[in-house]
């Protein structure tokens, strides 16, 4: 056969050699060398890594909010992400409205449907539950399948109001009546207290922001280590998601709860237009650069952008470079350099590799970096 294009020399992030055939949008083959027609060539000569699509499971993209939002090509496919998922930005009563801007995208915009119905239009969108409609949020899921992937549900004080621990507990019963869907559950300041918050959740449930600074997150600030309670989350299977954010990153609980042998298991960013023009996040590229300072190595930071969210948001044909899978794939070097990397609590890191996103290829087509 003929394919439609052929990436030759590369090589992937643990330095093997890859060729990749493309066709019809789906990646057709893969091996170290592969001598077959191709109607294009793309010839990395040995410089270029290339791995799955970058996926980043954690920002706010529909434009026409005001609070949070951005472009999906600005954070996606220019950033050499092929994938977003836009983490309950809008609820049932908006989402389409959002998708209807979403696939006119070049970059893969999925969403997560906020529990309250209009997304986050105002700050405490769950101080109010009877803006949680379980019957909406099913219409949605039945109406937009390969859209709306999961829900969100946004668990701290300036959200919440007097509710406590009730918005949670309604997430929980949407999920279960609608075949245990992904939950994203955003953790900040206390109320409800964080303990509360992962008693209720379960295996596969994903906790984000899960190393921010705050005295309600992960690390007692008393004894500096990791609370037990976090332990016993993350050892039942609870998924810790960076979603760095603009207050949600803390170097310090990365490298605690590294020392004691806890990883984030997927990383994000929690990107909008503010953080990414103004920082502290700018880009997915710089959040695993983060990780990298932490002492994450490259190769479990890629499977923590690929392979890891696209088997937790279920998105079964992508995440991985084998015949069958989307020809959504992200060509990206890595130098030596130097550059100064804030947190969200204004701490810094001297990173001394940089990675860089050179061409994005999403469903086959190839755009630069």
Excluded at 251 to 261: P, R, S
Excluded at 311 to 322: C, N, Q, S, V, Y
């Amino acid at each position: 056969m003929t394919y439609d294009l052929l990436i030759k020399n590369g090589k992937t992030i643990d330095g093997q050699p890859i060729e990749i055939a493309l066709s019809d949008g789906k990646i057709a083959k893969t091996a170290a060398v592969i001598d077959e027609e191709s109607k294009k060539i793309l010839d990395l000569e040995g410089k270029s890594f290339v791995s799955a699509g970058w996926i980043d499971d954690h920002v706010h993209c529909f434009e026409k909010m005001t609070l949070y939002y951005d472009f999906p090509d600005e954070i996606g496919v220019k950033k050499g992400v092929t994938s977003v998922i836009d983490a309950g930005t809008t609820g049932a009563e908006n989402i389409h409205e959002f998708y209807d801007l979403a696939v006119q995208a070049k970059t893969n915009v999925y969403a997560l449907a906020n529990i309250s119905k209009w997304g986050i239009v105002e700050q405490d969108e769950l101080a109010d539950l009877t803006k949680i409609k379980e019957d909406l949020i099913k219409k949605v899921l039945a109406e937009l399948p390969d859209f709306v992937i999961g829900i969100k549900a946004r668990m701290s004080k300036t959200v919440i109001g007097d509710n406590g621990i009730t918005p949670l507990e309604l997430a929980k019963k949407i999920q279960k009546d609608n075949n245990n869907l992904p939950l994203m559950v955003h953790i900040g300041s206390a109320p409800p207290e964080l303990d509360e918050i992962l008693a209720h959740m379960s295996k596969g449930d994903i906790l984000t922001h899960c190393f921010n600074g705050k005295p309600n997150g992960i690390l007692d600030q008393k004894t500096g280590k990791i609370k037990d309670f976090a332990w016993a989350a993350f050892d039942k299977g609870v998924v810790f998601d960076i979603g760095h954010g603009t207050d949600s990153f803390n170097f310090n609980v990365a490298e605690t709860a590294l020392k004691e042998g806890m990883k984030a298991e997927t990383i994000s960013t929690d990107i909008y237009i503010r953080n990414r023009e103004n920082g502290p996040v700018y880009d997915l590229a710089t959040t695993m650069e983060k990780l990298h300072v932490v002492g994450y190595d490259w190769t479990e930071i890629i499977e923590k952008v690929t392979a890891v969210p696209a088997a937790t948001f279920h998105l079964d044909t992508k995440g991985r470079l084998e015949a069958g899978y989307d020809a959504d794939l992200t060509i990206f070097t890595i130098e030596e350099g130097s550059k100064t990397l804030t947190d969200s609590n204004g701490f810094t890191r001297e990173a001394k590799e940089l990675i860089k996103p050179v061409k994005t290829i999403i469903g086959g087509t190839v755009y630069d970096n």
